[in-house]
């Protein structure tokens, strides 16, 4: 089924921040797994990731896909923040904001296109609260 057109600036926000939240998640979990060697903390932010991809697959992805516009993208430049981070903790906590900011924003913008699936996401977004305070709290 095609985009339509009204629905395109929709299925942008929601293609944007399905893969910042995943590609946050993912940093998380290597952190987890490779520096900290943390195994329920890994299986943990690996299953949040699942978690989201089995939220979002009732969702007509391919829309998202339609509405990708990377080369019009008014927002994709690097900040100065973005490029330098002091340490790996750092690393973690800047991606583990990007995954609840992200997150955030799916459970509004879901619940124009189907709220039952909005309960889901806020539910992932208090896990990496939960998350993200035993990980930094035990560094």
């Known amino acids: 089924m095609k985009i339509n057109h009204s629905d395109r600036p929709l299925y942008r ?11 946050g998640l993912r940093v998380c979990e290597d952190l987890c797994r490779y520096i900290w060697n943390q195994k329920t903390l890994t299986r943990a932010f690996k299953d949040l990731r699942h978690d989201l991809t089995g939220i979002i ?5 391919q829309k998202a896909l339609e509405a990708r516009q990377i080369q019009r993208d008014v927002g994709r430049a690097t900040i100065a923040d973005e490029i330098r981070r002091k340490d790996i903790k750092a690393v973690f906590w800047a991606n583990s904001q990007r995954v609840k900011e992200s997150l955030r924003v799916l459970e509004e913008v879901v619940k124009l296109i189907d709220g039952k699936r909005s309960s889901g996401l806020k539910a992932l977004r208090y896990k990496v609260y939960a998350l993200e305070q035993k ?5």
């Open 13 to 23: 926000i929601l293609d944007a921040n399905l893969n910042r939240a995943k590609e």
């Open 57 to 61: 697959a009732g969702l007509d992805i």
């Open 135 to 139: 990980a930094i709290g035990s560094r």
